[in-house]
Nanobody
Framework: QVQLVESGGGLVQAGGSLRLSCAAS????????MGWFRQAPGKGREFVAA????????KYADSAKGRFTISRDNAKDTVYLQMNNLKPEDTAVYYC?????????????????WGQGTQVTVSS
């Protein structure tokens, strides 16, 4: 059974940084894309970034480009989201997701497995 466990969220001031981690287990993820999504109160779940486990191709939302970096550690089966220069509008619950696909999709419904989420709060 696939399990995705996020960690690393918290409270940070605007301009600060956080690194989110997503520990994956339950199967081999070499044929998966791993994505980060976020959901703010009263809003839908939106794409942040994704990475192909094999090869490391990445895709970012416009809001994340230049500030966030997605990466993976094959040995640890862990995906990271380094978030720099955080803004109050980045406040949301951040979710890790896995999609058995070699094409990177940005639509939440394409993803098969989800973590429980981790709260990120950015104060102004």
């Amino acid at each position: 059974q696939v399990q995705l466990v996020e960690s690393g969220g918290g409270l940070v001031q605007a301009g600060g940084s956080l690194r989110l981690s997503c520990a994956a287990s339950g199967r081999t993820f070499s044929n998966y894309c791993m994505g980060w999504f976020r959901q703010a109160p009263g809003k839908g779940r939106e794409f942040v970034a994704a990475i192909r486990w094999s090869g490391g191709s990445t895709k970012y939302a416009d809001s994340a480009k230049g500030r966030f970096t997605i990466s993976r550690d094959n040995a640890k089966d862990t995906v990271y989201l380094q978030m720099n220069n955080l803004k109050p509008e980045d406040t949301a619950v951040y979710y890790c997701a896995a999609d058995l696909n070699l094409i990177i999709y940005t639509t939440p419904s394409r993803y098969d497995y989800w973590g429980q989420g981790t709260q990120v709060t950015v104060s102004s």
